[in-house]
């Protein structure tokens, strides 16, 4: 069984600032993970992944994480956030190896302020 | 890569009438797909998989019902809509082998 928390439902940023999401996760094998980020009134889209390999994963729009085996994390961020990057970011995880099922968190809401 | 389609992308109706979304896929075979529900405050919420047609697994007892006709046709239904079930409905399909889960445009469905 897996699951996935997100820390802070909102989180409030200046434009410029850093932008750091909290995610952790449990998984009784070792995880695929990953983040997904839904704009108003717009699909999902996948941001990164992790499966293998590379802890540090980079991802699109600047944005990157860090696979932290020994904290259970998966925590998002981004060095200079832009007002473009106001949006719900969810991470997820899958069981490697499995697609049956994924588990997603209740997602952040990342607000920027000009 | 695959792509998946949903309609209709949004749809208003009111309490006790029908519901059905369709989901299709296109440039696989033999996808997984899933159904997955988003709630005001409560992220994404897998609903239904299924692994292959006429193969449907529920996660949660509700008052929806899936099924899959064809190999790259997923349905979501209920025969009677009640307002718990408002939300923004997600088809996604896994690409095995290339560790990543495609999702469909959404359908937002209000019940009124």
Redesign the interface.
């Known amino acids: 069984a897996q699951s996935v928390t997100?820390l802070g439902?909102h989180v409030s940023v200046s434009e410029g600032a850093l932008v750091l999401l909290r995610c952790n996760y449990s998984s009784s094998v070792p995880p695929?993970l990953?983040w997904?980020v839904q704009y108003p009134n717009?699909?999902?889209?996948?941001l990164l992944?992790y499966?293998t390999g590379a802890t540090l994963v980079k991802g699109i729009n600047g944005f990157e994480a860090e696979f932290k085996k020994s904290e259970t994390s998966f925590h998002l961020t981004k060095p200079s956030a832009h007002m473009s990057d106001a949006a719900e970011y969810?991470c997820?995880v899958?069981l490697s190896g499995g697609?049956?099922?994924?588990?997603?968190?209740?997602?952040t809401k990342l607000q920027v302020i000009p | 890569s695959q792509t998946i389609h949903q309609w209709p992308a949004t749809l208003v109706q009111p309490v006790g009438s029908p519901l059905s979304l369709e989901c299709t896929v296109e440039g696989t075979s033999n996808p997984?797909l899933?159904w997955?529900r988003q709630a005001a405050?409560?992220?994404?919420?897998?609903l239904f998989?299924s692994?292959g047609i006429g193969q449907i697994s529920s996660?949660v007892p509700q008052n929806l019902s899936a099924s899959r006709p064809q190999d790259r046709q997923f349905i979501l239904s209920s025969k009677k809509l009640l307002l718990s079930d408002s939300g923004f409905y997600?088809c996604?399909s896994?690409s095995?082998g290339r560790?990543?889960?495609y999702?469909?445009?959404?359908s937002w469905l209000t019940v009124v």
């Open positions: 997100q439902s695929y990953f997904y717009q699909g999902l889209q996948l992944k499966t969810f997820a899958s697609y049956q099922k994924v588990t997603f968190g209740t997602g | 997984n899933y997955y405050g409560r992220g994404l919420q897998l998989y692994v996660e997600l996604a896994p095995p560790n990543t889960i999702f469909g445009e959404g």
